[in-house]
């Protein structure tokens, strides 16, 4: 079951200087701030900011779609056409993400909170 999008992260190459253009856009510090990806949380809403992500494949925002079960989500999304582009893999503290392309190569993205 999908529970709405909760979490927009951006491909950036300079992670220092997007940090600084999303906490001037934003108005608010990071409430993660690591090497390898920053968060915002806005309102509920969070903004990710992922220096590897070009190398994932990302070539835009990717949403994420908060799922209660990852698995059953990315098989029903196969089923219907869909193509996997980033198996589901944990991001740290049992959080599970996942990518796939639609048909016209747009990137849907899956995540479950543990």
Known sequence: MTSGMKTVVYPVKDLDRAKTV???LLG????????YYVQFNIAGQEIGLDPHGHDKGMTGPVGYWQVDDIEASLKGLIDAGAEVQQAPSDVGGGRLIATVKDADGNII???QSP
Request: net charge negative; glycine share 14%.
């Open 109 to 111: 993205g899956l995540l």
């Open 28 to 35: 608010a510090a990071p409430i993660m701030d690591e090497p």
């Open 22 to 24: 999303f906490g001037s």
